[in-house]
């Protein structure tokens, strides 16, 4: 540490003129007597490299239910928690900082070593105020808002950086990957073992998914039949009738006579089934039947098999549910005949590429599994805070700014989510327009509609600082998106003080044209014409207050009132620019409810993202009462960013559901909203009720979602989405067989529930039987990951039973540095661990263990 640097120190903590010459007077005696080097070696990349090298950071969540630490941050929700930074070498105090991302700001320190800065967004700023000595510990309390109650809300990629110094990432904070379930999350997670450290404040009841609690939820099941009566698939089928008999294909299908008609893409399913293609094969005939759009037919006899459909569509929908009829072992079909049809027009998937961009290729994979449950419109959300993920050639700042995050940030982003100082971070990047172009065409050629989204105008903060950028280059203000003279100082949800455009200002609307006229020319040129545009309308926080453009605007001085007009201003002059386009536009229920009842129409389309615990039904059935179209996307069961069930291990957000596992989405009844408040909690398993009248009023449809602020590798995005992309399938194209039990439970207020529920598990083990038959395995060898539930465990003193969700998993055991198969009559140590597996394959859940052990930390 230089002479000057410790005076600058001394001469922040010293107010007087006086206290200022007595620092100087010590260093003079520091200097003479030989405990200062005035001409100290200046800091240089070497070091900053050894520093990133070997500094051992740790993380560890202290407490959740700290009420008096809460009280003197004047926070009603707050957690502690504790950095501990190890040095190896010796580190001076003002040549260098450290960042790292954390989700939430921090609002106190208790240090006198350390100080923390919340710098925009999740991005944090530490500074050491003092030199560190060779092997020195320091250890940094500090208090945050809300809860860290899991291993994923601790994000990695810390990094270091200096003065004209390159910066690195701290390794002891980089990524790992859990070998079993190959999900990403940070080395420096500490240890979730603690009650204290579980729970969201002392009112959270939602029970722990320990090994005991698993066997005992799972034991639910037992009682059912463990094999189908009959033929199964998912989606499941509207009508079927079955002879019990089948056909034996030792030939195979001959498929001449849908060669070259545009359903290639289910024809390579058949292969991908198992099924060869031969001419001497049974015959698949195309019979034209003047049915409604998405209905097909399907008989299956020993001379044919005829497809009953009025278009390609069709077809192909049938030519799907034949690959699921067909068992490779046997080379069997069933004999029989279906006729189907979807519930719902509108089956959906979202994806946010946006915050974390996780490759092309996943997008494509994602569009192959949509195809095979038969859901048909993807909401690509491509522009965020974080990112803008598609190239529009009019600004090539959007992109070559806005699709990156690193240190510099005339060049990037601002790290945000454990991006890391460095542009080529797997998480950055975009889809240049051959790439969405070809994107639109395999969507096509799979029935998907693709929508196009980017969050305006709040959300917005990749859009605005790229086209900033523009401005400062150019200084152009055609397409500058914020006020100039605004002065307003708020706080996003997500933290951002700088990342709404302006609602009040004419350049804002002439970016939003030229981006969705570019859009439309992308799908122009892919032979598919844009139908909908989605443009968020949601979260704008406290935003444009003191614009004078939008003070001129509404002709007065303005509230945080005026935000809800301001929104709805912006919101209704796209709605006039896509009209003229011909396009539906679409956005999030919040954003789209500013426009007036009266004016609601039936070009809008309306994504209801109110939880069912906080009023979504009602929210729902006022959409549904509109002429504007509704889509259920309810965070509460079609959020597949949040954890499948209440472990540390299991990563996610859950800010409205912390256990939203696959029979949850499987049990999911959109037809009967209000019966959810007899079969679910809210978020921290406390009962909820709402009073709603029954209506025959449905949706256009529903859609699930994943936003991907936690999602850092593509193999995580997968483990989030699968399996429960199927029983989202199931419940867009299949009415529930319980749906008038449902209602019956309603009108009796509750009676009835335990009766609905036993149905529903009995409906479950059939699809969860197809689920471990053909779904997962043909997964598997596509080499895309998914989600097996980890084995029930109970007992006591080394005798174990075990039970599992889905049927014919193998249960293991970790014993002598392997894993076995569990043997019923083998008593197991108390520390010894457990995972399913699915059979004949290296794919297996997290490992789990029994005797009050939460969180293994081996394997």
């Known amino acids: 540490m230089t002479a000057l640097s410790i005076m600058a120190v001394l001469a922040k903590r010293l107010n007087s003129a006086s206290a200022v010459v007595r620092a100087f007077s010590l260093l003079s005696v520091m200097a003479v007597t030989g405990c200062l080097s005035v001409d100290s070696k200046p800091f240089k990349q070497a070091d900053l490299d050894l520093l990133a090298a070997t500094l051992d950071v740790q993380y560890q969540v202290l407490s959740t239910t700290d009420k008096a630490a809460c009280a003197r941050v004047e926070l009603s929700e707050c957690f502690t928690a504790e950095l501990t930074f190890t040095f190896p070498h010796a580190a001076p105090a003002d040549d260098w900082v450290l960042f790292f991302s954390h989700l939430v700001p921090i609002r106190d320190v208790d240090s ?158 058949l292969l991908q089934a198992g099924i060869v293609f031969n001419d001497d094969g049974l015959v698949v005939n195309w019979q034209v039947n003047e049915l409604p759009n998405e209905h097909y037919g399907l008989v299956i006899d020993s001379d044919s098999i005829i497809v009953q459909a009025s278009n390609l569509q069709s077809v192909q929908y049938a030519l799907l549910s034949l690959a699921q009829l067909y068992d490779a072992p046997t080379q069997q079909i069933p004999v029989g005949a279906i006729d189907d049809a979807p519930e719902y027009a509108y089956r959906g998937m979202h994806i946010d590429i946006a915050r974390n961009y996780n490759g092309k290729n996943s997008l494509f994979t994602l569009l192959d599994e949509m195809f095979l449950g038969k859901l048909n419109r993807l909401h690509l959300h491509f522009a965020d805070d974080e990112g803008w993920r598609i190239a529009i050639q009019e600004f090539p700042e959007l992109t070559s700014l806005g699709a990156f995050r690193c240190a510099d940030d005339t060049q990037c982003l601002q790290p945000q989510l454990g991006a890391g100082p460095h542009r080529t971070a797997q998480v950055n990047g975009y889809l240049t327009e051959q790439d969405y172009i070809e994107l639109l065409q395999y969507a096509q050629q799979r029935n998907i509609e693709v929508i196009p989204s980017f969050d305006t105008p709040g959300h917005a903060r990749a859009a605005v600082q790229a086209m900033e950028q523009r401005w400062s280059a150019s200084g152009d203000h055609t397409y500058r998106l914020v006020d100039p003279a605004d002065k307003t100082v708020y706080s996003s949800i997500q933290y951002y003080n700088d990342n709404t455009l302006n609602p009040c200002i004419d350049s804002s609307y002439r970016f939003v044209d030229v981006v969705v006229s570019r859009l439309q020319a992308m799908h122009q040129q892919a032979g598919n014409s844009l139908k909908t545009f989605h443009l968020g309308a949601d979260e704008t926080a406290g935003a444009w207050v003191n614009s004078p453009a939008c003070e001129a605007l509404l002709g007065r001085v303005l509230t945080l009132d005026d935000v809800h007009d301001l929104l709805g201003h912006f919101v209704q002059k796209v709605y006039a620019m896509t009209q003229q386009k011909g396009l539906n536009l679409a956005g999030w229920s919040d954003g789209m409810g500013t426009i007036p009842t009266e004016q609601r129409a039936a070009d809008m389309l309306v994504t209801v993202w109110t939880t069912l615990a906080a009023g979504g039904a009602e929210t729902a059935h006022a959409w549904n009462e509109s002429p504007a179209h509704s889509v259920y996307s309810f965070p509460d069961v079609l959020y597949f960013d949040f954890p499948y069930q209440n472990h540390p291990h299991e990563p996610g957000y859950y800010w409205a559901s912390k256990n939203t596992d696959v029979f949850k989405v499987f049990q999911f009844t959109p037809q009967v909203l209000p019966v959810h408040q007899w079969l679910w909690t809210e978020r921290k398993g406390h009962d909820f009720a709402y009073e709603h009248a029954l209506s025959n009023s449905q949706p256009l449809g529903i859609q699930g979602q994943v936003w991907s602020e936690v999602i850092r590798s593509p193999q995580t995005l997968e483990y989030m989405l699968y399996p429960r992309l199927y029983a989202l399938a199931e419940r867009a194209w299949a009415k529930p067989e319980w749906s008038a039990s449902a209602e019956q439970v309603v009108t009796s207020k509750g009676q009835g529930r335990e009766q609905l529920l036993a149905h529903q598990q009995k409906a479950w083990v059939s699809f969860a039987q197809q689920l471990t038959r053909f779904h997962l395995p043909r997964l598997e060898a596509r080499g895309v990951n998914f989600r097996l539930p980890p084995p029930g465990v109970k007992g006591s003193q080394g005798e174990y039973s075990f039970n599992n969700l889905y049927p014919n998993l193998v249960t293991e055991a970790y014993v002598d540095n392997a894993w076995q198969v569990v043997n019923k009559q083998q008593a197991y140590a108390a520390d010894t661990i457990f995972r399913s597996r699915l059979p004949d394959t290296s794919v297996a859940s997290r490992s789990v263990c029994a005797d009050d052990c939460l969180a293994p930390k081996k394997r």
């Open 112 to 269: 006198n070593v350390v100080s923390i800065e919340h710098v925009n967004g999740d991005l944090h700023k530490v500074n050491f105020i003092n030199a560190i000595a060779a092997g020195e510990t320091v250890k940094v309390p500090f208090i945050a808002q809300f809860w860290h109650v899991s291993r994923s809300d601790i994000v990695p990629n810390m990094y270091v950086s200096g003065a004209g110094l390159q910066p690195r990432i701290v390794k002891s904070t980089e990524a790992v990957v859990d070998e079993n379930t190959k999900i990403n999350y940070a080395a420096h997670a500490g240890d979730f073992n603690d009650q204290n450290r579980l729970t969201r404040g002392e009112d959270d009841q939602l029970p722990l998914a320990t090994s005991e609690w698993l066997y005992d939820y799972y034991s639910a099941f037992a009682s059912v039949a463990s094999e189908p009566s009959e033929p199964r698939i998912v989606p499941n089928v509207k009508v079927a009738q079955w002879s019990g008999e089948h056909i034996v294909l030792t030939k195979g299908l001959n498929v001449r006579a849908l060669i070259n008609r545009g359903v290639k893409p289910a024809l390579d399913e």
